[in-house]
């Protein structure tokens, strides 16, 4: 496992935008390690590497601008999206499950998706491949993006506030949040057939 913390110290305030952004609506996105990564950075500014305000903001903007490039690729590269041929940044597969998901929990999957990896990269695009009324994208938008992206930041900074030492613990709770993560998604497949399906 990489060290995390060196990446978000070494990203700073414009760096953590970037990754933030990417992974909320920009295809690369799906490499990074959001949930992660913005807890961490909460952790690391109830030490006093980060101001906890300026982190919070640039987390909410991040999500929120960069859920809204993702919802404009989508309704402007429409249809084109789905006969795109797999490649190292682009499976079908992905855009298939999202767009399963989508239609399992409507306009919520905004809000939902923010707290799956992969799902929430290709969640807006889907929006705008579908033509999703701007108004109602922009407000799960927002709520998603408060939600997630200022929740798992003011999260970390509230453990690493509270708990002595809990750097020591990173990579246990790193791992416990992927697993916390992708529960919504696994879940459905050992419910029911159609899940498993």
């Not at 700073?12 to 990417?22: E, K, S």
């Not at 980060?50 to 919070?56: A, G, P, Q, S, V």
């Not at 919504?184 to 050992?190: H, S």
């Amino acid at each position: 496992m990489f060290d995390l913390a060196s990446l978000i110290k070494s990203a700073g305030y414009l760096g953590l935008f970037g990754i933030i952004f990417a992974e909320s609506g920009f295809l690369l996105g799906i490499f990074f390690p959001g949930d992660s990564l913005l807890f961490t950075a909460g952790i690391l500014a109830s030490q006093g590497f980060f101001d906890i305000r300026i982190l919070t903001v640039v987390a909410l903007l991040g999500a929120i601008l960069g859920d809204n490039f993702g919802y404009a690729f989508g309704r402007r590269a429409g249809p084109r999206i789905f006969n795109r041929e797999d490649s190292l940044f682009f499976h079908k597969d992905h855009l298939e499950r999202a767009e399963r998901f989508y239609k399992a929990h409507g306009g919520k999957t905004i809000i939902l998706a923010r707290f799956l990896p992969i799902i929430r990269t290709f969640a807006p695009i889907l929006a705008g491949v579908g033509k999703m009324n701007y108004r109602t994208f922009l407000a799960y938008n927002i709520a998603g993006g408060v939600i997630w992206g200022m929740g798992a930041t003011l999260l970390g900074y509230y453990l690493g506030n509270i708990v002595p030492d809990i750097d020591k613990y990173i990579i246990p709770i790193i791992i416990l949040i992927v697993f916390i993560s992708v529960l919504p998604a696994v879940f459905p497949m050992i419910k029911n057939k159609e899940g498993r399906d």
